[in-house]
Structure formats: structure tokens, C-alpha cells
């Protein structure tokens, strides 16, 4: 009556083993470290790198626990936050001895102890969160009327260009603020582009009126554009964000939008402010321009003659100058994709770009009328312009689709396309709000945390002990397996922990105890009810899931409901709450009922259960099952 068959067994030992393996890596806790990643994007790290920073500790008389590389980022553990600054600033000094223009950046941050053994079971700790583990918080103000400028200045190169091909002459197109001005010398004209405008560009709404001897017409984006510029740029800004910071390696950063123009940003186990700002900073910008062929531009490129009028001086990877001119032809927004590939005929590493609609019909006029001269493709990190490459035009290129090819290597080539579907800001951003939490101040709230949810668990296991005896005990053991499994849940799906989730924590095993207390009173009634101890056992679980069930329901849809609508620290104590409420099923019912059956199931002729005191109402007399 009261027996689990074997694969039943097995299911629990294999939970068992499964949850203690994948929650373990949370005991070691975490070691102070120095994290070293690029600056710049003509540089990558290899074990040159890795050498400088290991010599760098070892003349300052450091000693580090570990330095190795780490997917794209060189890491060193030390084993106290007085060796970890002190290294910090003998690797700065090594790696940048320029200051004012770093090639590497060297922040500090926290790794975990887990030994090689897990790490090789891909068994990882829970994410702490910014209130447990500490780091840097910021608050970013996205400069929303420079997007609707910047989107202006596209409109008015296109509305040059679609009154170009329609044949229609003006006096000039220039942008003013968020409007563009376009003068034409007669009436007809003005109707003409007023046709063009309606039927090519739907976004703007557009004013006429005389302005001297000439006419002027004002174009002005709608306000539901303007608004979807401005929703687009923030997401463009976020997506950004994300590309750059995850190629740092930050464990679980927190980027996400706060009202219409903000953008919140948390760097857990980040504690220089300094260099989180230099992280956010990080942004490529990308910009097609041609390449200045004449005899002034020769010699300047030589070094023996100045730049001439309208043109730059920008190098290449490999040192030599370019000179291009000033004029812009296409920029990083009209890029879709960009992946790395290889020439059909010569079988050289190329990165495939893909443009967009407007991108590809201006590639196509400009490659049309330069054939045979050179394109230069620049990447523009904080102010500072690289040429990636600077091709030959061989034909006139349509549909979208451009080849990069020349004197690059595969991890080049790679490289170059990471950088380039990494995108630029659509919008400049300020900070205006920074904060940082201290790893000591971190430390003390997972200590309260912890307390909190060892000292429930612990009272409530006291009551249960002594109020259900045996029953009790095997109750505070399913509430410790219960808890395992949470720990080990989070830590398999890499969710971050915050307060607000140690919180759930503590909530949920006073909830999951409930399952137990009813299945212990249910066997108790049956008890009282003349039943013998084998059939109040087997009667108590089976009518006490029903309402065990009713009442998890219920609890987990008001959670669901959390965190569908929640966001932040709501969201995070839902997502707690869920899987807490899902594993005290599984413990309160499944396992607990497996110790009881292992125990007392093999008991064939079975006089009392350990259950405490049943009270029979009908003869006020007590009888109390040991």
C-alpha cells in the first residue's frame, strides 16, 4: 500500500545528486579580480597580452591566484581586495602608459571560486544581483532632439536626392533644427516637390509661403514619426549597450529603458566607476567616404604637403595614411548585417554587408559614377577614426549587398564584422545619475539575507519537529530538499538574485511547509477516525493533494501575474516565487511521501506512527502515536 517501485527511488537519488552538484558552486563564494579587455578595435588580446600582465605582477610583487584568458577578456584572481587594487594600477601602468589615450581597459571585478571539477559540469553559481554583490548603477538621459536632428539631416539628403531624379530644380535644401528648408524660384516647382514630398515621404507635413522673390517651403516630421524616431533610437541605444558591454564579459548586466528617454544601467561585481563609464563610451561608428585621389591628397598621404580643403587624414591598420573627403555617404544606420565570408574567385577572407533599402540606392549611384576609384570604410571609436579598408570600385554595385575585400586575415575579417553589427549611438547619451555599491555593503545584505532564510527555516523545522515528532522531521528534511532545489534551479538558469529574491525565499518555505502540515492533519483525522496507521498514511496523501494543489494554483497564478507585469525587483522576487512554489510540490508530496513509505512501508503489521498527539473529539481522550 505504502511503497515506492524502484524508478521512483531513483528519480528522488537522481534529483538529489542532480540539485546538490548544480547548487554547491554557491558555497564558494567569490574572489576579488582585474579584468583586462581592448580599447580599441584594432586591438585584440593574445597571449602577448596575457604575457605584459603577467610580468606586470610579477615586478610590482604581486601574486595571483590565477590569470588566464577568458573568452575576450584576460582575468587575474587574487585572493584579497588590497592585492586586487594594487594590481589593478601595476597592469594600468603596464598595458596604458598613455593615459590620456588607453589601448586596454582594466576594471576591477568579482569571480567565482567554483573549483575546475564544476566548472567542467558547466555548474555555475546564481547571478548575485547590484544589492548583493555590488557594482556601479547608472541613470542615462538620451538626447532625444539630437535623434530627430540627425533624422532631419538623413530626410534632407534624400529629398535632395528624390527631387534630383524627378527632374524638379530648387534654390537649396538645408536643415534648420528638426525642419528642413528648401527654396525654389517659381510656383510650379514648389508643386512639383510638394507631389514628390506626399508621395515619398509620408513622415513630414510641409508649409509653403513666399520668402522674397523666391519661395520657401518648410518640411517638418509628424508627430507619430517623431515619436518612432525617438522609440527607435532608444532601442538602438539599449541594443548597442548590450553589444559592447557583453563582449566585456560583465556577468548579467541590467540594461533596460526607464520612461521615454532614459536608460538604466547596472554593472554587478563592477567597482570602478571610472572605467564603467569608459565601458558605456564604447561605441563604433561607422561611415563610407571616398578616398581623395588627387595630386595634393598624394602628397599629403606621403607626408611632404598638407591635407587639402575638404578632406581628412585618417590611418590604416597597418599605419599608412588615407586621405578622404569630408563628405559622408553612408553611416552605420542604413547597415542591416555584416558577416564575415570568403571571395569566390580568390578565396580571400571578406566581410558581406547588407544594406538597407536607401543605403542600397545610394551605394548603387555612387558606385555607378566613381568606377575605378577608392572607397574608404571608416570606424570611428570616441572621436577617433580608423580605415578598415579602402577598396577599389571595380563595377557599379546594386541590390543591397557590398563585399569588403583587401589585405585582411580571417580573425580580421571577423573581428571587423563583430564591430560593425555592433552599431553606433542613433542618439548621444549623458549620465545624470551614478551610484556605487560597495562589495562590504553587498556583503552585509547577503548575510542578513542569509539569516533571514536560515533562521526561518530553522523555526519553522523546531515547530515542525515538535508538534509532528517523526512526521515532523521527515517534513523539515522534504522543506531542506525543497530548498536545494530552488538553489539549484536559479543556479542552472543563471538568474540573478536579489534581495527582493531571497525575500521569495523566506516566503516560500513557510509556504511550502503548508503541503506538509495538511498531509500530517489529513492522516491525523484519518487516525482519529479509527483507521489503521498503513491506510491513514495512504488516505492522508491521496486527499490532501487535492488541496494542495487548489491552493499552489492559485498562489502561482498571482505570481505568473507578477511577473508578466512586474519589472526590477518585483520581477525578480516572481520569478523566485514560481519555481519555489513548482519545487515545493515536487519536495512536500513526492519526496516526503518516499521517506515515509521508506520507513513504514516495509512495516507489514504497523501499531502507531509518529505523528504527535490525535485528539478522538468523540470520547475526549488522547492518544499520542510513537
Same mark, same amino acid.
Request: aromatic content about 4%; overall charge neutral; glycine content about 10%.
Given at each position: 500500500m505504502n511503497r515506492y517501485p524502484v524508478w521512483k527511488y531513483a528519480i528522488l537519488v537522481i534529483a538529489f545528486v542532480v540539485g546538490a552538484l548544480y547548487a554547491l558552486p554557491n558555497v564558494f563564494g567569490e574572489s576579488p579580480a582585474v579584468q583586462v579587455s581592448?580599447?580599441?578595435?584594432?586591438?585584440?588580446?593574445?597571449?602577448?597580452?596575457?604575457?605584459?600582465?603577467?610580468d606586470a605582477?610579477?615586478?610590482?610583487?604581486?601574486?595571483?591566484?590565477?590569470?588566464?584568458?577568458?573568452?575576450?577578456?584576460?582575468?587575474?584572481?587574487?585572493?584579497?581586495?588590497?592585492?586586487?587594487? &594594487?594590481?589593478?594600477?601595476?597592469?594600468? &601602468?603596464?598595458?596604458n602608459p598613455d593615459a590620456t589615450n588607453p589601448a586596454y581597459v582594466v576594471a576591477l571585478n568579482l569571480l567565482s571560486r567554483?573549483?575546475?571539477?564544476?566548472?567542467?559540469?558547466?555548474?555555475?553559481?546564481?547571478?548575485?544581483?547590484?544589492?548583493?554583490?555590488?557594482?556601479?548603477?547608472?541613470?542615462?538621459?538620451?538626447?532625444? !532632439?539630437?535623434?530627430?536632428?540627425?533624422?532631419?539631416?538623413?530626410?534632407?539628403?534624400?529629398?535632395?536626392?528624390?527631387?534630383?531624379? &524627378?527632374?524638379?530644380r530648387h534654390s537649396g535644401i538645408a536643415r534648420n533644427g528638426q525642419t528642413i528648408e528648401i527654396r525654389f524660384r517659381d510656383n510650379q516647382a514648389v508643386e512639383a516637390a510638394r507631389r514628390v514630398i506626399q508621395d515619398q515621404f509620408s513622415d513630414l507635413?510641409?508649409?509653403?509661403s513666399p520668402d522674397g522673390t523666391e519661395f520657401k517651403m518648410v518640411a517638418s516630421i509628424k508627430p507619430a514619426a517623431a515619436f518612432n524616431v525617438q522609440s527607435q533610437a532608444l532601442k538602438q541605444?539599449?541594443?548597442?549597450?548590450?553589444?559592447?558591454?557583453?563582449?566585456?564579459?560583465?556577468?548579467?548586466?541590467?540594461? !533596460?529603458? !526607464?520612461?521615454?528617454?532614459?536608460?538604466?544601467?547596472?554593472?554587478?561585481?563592477?567597482?570602478?566607476?571610472?572605467?564603467?563609464?569608459?565601458?558605456?563610451?564604447?561605441?563604433?561608428?561607422?561611415?563610407?567616404?571616398?578616398?581623395?585621389?588627387?595630386?595634393?591628397?598624394?602628397?599629403?598621404?606621403?607626408?611632404?604637403?598638407?591635407?587639402?580643403?575638404?578632406?581628412?587624414?585618417?590611418?590604416?591598420?597597418?599605419?599608412?595614411?588615407?586621405?578622404?573627403?569630408?563628405?559622408?555617404?553612408?553611416?552605420?544606420?542604413?547597415?542591416?548585417?555584416?558577416?564575415?565570408?570568403?571571395?569566390?574567385?580568390? !578565396?580571400e577572407p571578406t566581410v558581406n554587408l547588407s544594406l538597407d533599402a536607401k543605403g542600397a540606392r545610394i551605394f548603387r549611384d555612387?558606385?555607378?559614377?566613381?568606377?575605378?576609384?577608392?572607397?574608404?570604410?571608416?570606424?570611428?571609436?570616441?572621436?577617433?577614426?580608423?580605415?578598415?579598408?579602402?577598396? #577599389?570600385?571595380?563595377?557599379?554595385?546594386?541590390?543591397?549587398?557590398?563585399?569588403?575585400?583587401?589585405?585582411?586575415?580571417?580573425?580580421?575579417?571577423?573581428?571587423?564584422?563583430?564591430?560593425l553589427r555592433a552599431g553606433s549611438l542613433a542618439a548621444p547619451m549623458e549620465i545624470i545619475e551614478e551610484r556605487t555599491i560597495g562589495p562590504s555593503l553587498g556583503a552585509e545584505n547577503i548575510a542578513k539575507g542569509f539569516n533571514s532564510v536560515s533562521w526561518g527555516f530553522l523555526a519553522v523545522a523546531c515547530f515542525?519537529?515538535?508538534?509532528?515528532?517523526?512526521?515532523?522531521?521527515?517534513?523539515?528534511?522534504?522543506?531542506?530538499?525543497?530548498?536545494?532545489?530552488? #538553489?539549484?534551479?536559479?543556479?542552472?538558469?543563471?538568474?540573478?538574485?536579489t534581495l527582493p529574491g531571497m525575500a521569495a525565499m523566506a516566503l516560500v518555505l513557510g509556504m511550502a511547509i503548508d503541503a506538509n502540515v495538511l498531509i500530517n492533519e489529513r492522516i491525523r483525522e484519518e487516525l482519529r477516525g479509527g483507521a489503521s496507521p498503513q491506510a491513514a498514511i495512504h488516505t492522508g496523501y491521496d486527499r490532501a493533494w487535492a488541496t494542495i494543489i487548489d491552493s499552489n494554483v492559485t498562489t502561482?497564478?498571482?505570481?505568473?501575474?507578477?511577473?508578466?507585469?512586474?519589472?526590477?525587483?518585483?520581477?525578480?522576487?516572481? #520569478?523566485?516565487?514560481?519555481?519555489?512554489?513548482?519545487?515545493?510540490?515536487?519536495?512536500?508530496?513526492?519526496?516526503?511521501?518516499g521517506l515515509v513509505n521508506l520507513w513504514y512501508g516495509r512495516q507489514k503489521k504497523l501499531k502507531a506512527v509518529s505523528i504527535g498527539t490525535v485528539w478522538r473529539p468523540d470520547s475526549g481522550n488522547q492518544i499520542t502515536n510513537t
Open positions: 581592448v580599447a580599441k578595435a584594432s586591438l585584440k588580446l593574445d597571449t602577448a597580452a596575457l604575457s605584459r600582465v603577467e605582477l610579477k615586478t610590482a610583487g604581486i601574486t595571483a591566484d590565477a590569470v588566464a584568458m577568458d573568452g575576450n577578456s584576460i582575468k587575474a584572481r587574487f585572493n584579497s581586495t588590497d592585492s586586487q587594487l &594594487k594590481a589593478k594600477d601595476a597592469i594600468q &601602468k603596464a598595458l567554483s573549483p575546475a571539477w564544476l566548472n567542467s559540469l558547466h555548474a555555475s553559481p546564481m547571478y548575485l544581483g547590484l544589492d548583493l554583490r555590488g557594482g556601479v548603477h547608472f541613470m542615462l538621459q538620451v538626447d532625444m !532632439q539630437a535623434a530627430l536632428a540627425k533624422k532631419a539631416e538623413s530626410l534632407a539628403g534624400d529629398i535632395r536626392s528624390g527631387l534630383r531624379e &524627378k527632374g524638379v507635413d510641409t508649409i509653403e541605444n539599449i541594443t548597442t549597450l548590450h553589444n559592447r558591454i557583453n563582449e566585456l564579459g560583465v556577468a548579467e548586466p541590467v540594461i !533596460q529603458q !526607464q520612461g521615454q528617454d532614459r536608460i538604466v544601467v547596472q554593472l554587478p561585481g563592477v567597482q570602478d566607476t571610472a572605467k564603467a563609464k569608459d565601458i558605456l563610451g564604447r561605441t563604433a561608428t561607422l561611415e563610407i567616404r571616398m578616398v581623395d585621389e588627387g595630386a595634393e591628397a598624394r602628397a599629403a598621404e606621403m607626408g611632404t604637403g598638407p591635407v587639402p580643403f575638404g578632406a581628412e587624414r585618417y590611418l590604416e591598420r597597418n599605419g599608412r595614411a588615407v586621405i578622404v573627403k569630408k563628405q559622408v555617404i553612408l553611416t552605420g544606420d542604413n547597415l542591416t548585417d555584416a558577416q564575415p565570408g570568403f571571395d569566390n574567385q580568390t !578565396q555612387v558606385t555607378r559614377e566613381n568606377v575605378n576609384k577608392r572607397m574608404a570604410i571608416l570606424l570611428f571609436e570616441k572621436g577617433k577614426g580608423e580605415v578598415v579598408t579602402a577598396p #577599389v570600385i571595380r563595377s557599379e554595385i546594386g541590390g543591397g549587398r557590398v563585399q569588403i575585400s583587401g589585405s585582411m586575415t580571417i580573425v580580421e575579417a571577423n573581428d571587423t564584422a563583430l564591430l515542525m519537529c515538535v508538534y509532528y515528532m517523526l512526521f515532523g522531521v521527515i517534513s523539515s528534511v522534504a522543506l531542506g530538499f525543497n530548498l536545494l532545489l530552488l #538553489v539549484a534551479i536559479l543556479s542552472m538558469l543563471q538568474a540573478t538574485l502561482l497564478i498571482a505570481g505568473l501575474a507578477l511577473l508578466a507585469f512586474g519589472s526590477g525587483p518585483v520581477r525578480g522576487f516572481a #520569478v523566485v516565487h514560481c519555481l519555489g512554489i513548482l519545487t515545493s510540490m515536487f519536495s512536500g508530496v513526492f519526496f516526503s511521501r
